[in-house]
């Protein structure tokens, strides 16, 4: 995966009216990502992730979702189809389409609690991926109302057809969300 070309699709994306919302900022031990996310509906919305291991690994996440809220606690369903260029360091190159969701607590008008959890099987992998996992727990804080960092600790999780696995993120990270 090239820099530049990943970096022209996301700013085409985020800069796109039809599909305002958010643009994020992800920093871990290992890696550095950006999302951008929007709602396609009330009910339906979308994201795309790029993220970069410092060992010269790229992951790209495109999930689509059904949004729903029930009293406070929001949240959304759906699925993700991820994709992996391990470049030298795996020896590990294709992907899997996860399925899972994520979770929103308000506990006041600042802080919020999140957690989310994706699971892809043996079935829905491809190239050299036999699955995937991938699970995160953080605490949100909100700075003005149109942004918010989170600091929390997430997971992700590539297993190998040769048996192997290769961790693309297992520790603390802190994600800066901006809302457009």
Known sequence: ?????????????ASSSAFAGGVAFRFGDDSFGVSVAGDMSPESSAQLDVLHHEDGANL???GLFANGQ????????????I???GDDTTDLDGGAVA???DLRLPLNEIVSLRGGLYYAPDATGFGDI???KEWSVSAEFT???????QVGYGDMEFDADTGGKFEFED???IRLQLRL
Do not use: C, E, T, W
């Open 60 to 62: 790209v996440a495109l």
């Open 83 to 85: 994709g992996l260029d």
């Open 130 to 132: 036999d699955g995937y």
């Open 171 to 173: 520790g603390a990270f």
């Open 99 to 101: 399925f899972g969701g």
């Open 143 to 149: 700075i003005f109302q149109n942004s918010a960092i």
């Open 1 to 13: 995966m090239k820099a530049p070309l990943i970096a022209a699709a996301v700013l085409a994306i």
């Open 70 to 81: 029930r009293g406070a606690l929001s949240g959304r369903v759906g699925a993700k189809a």
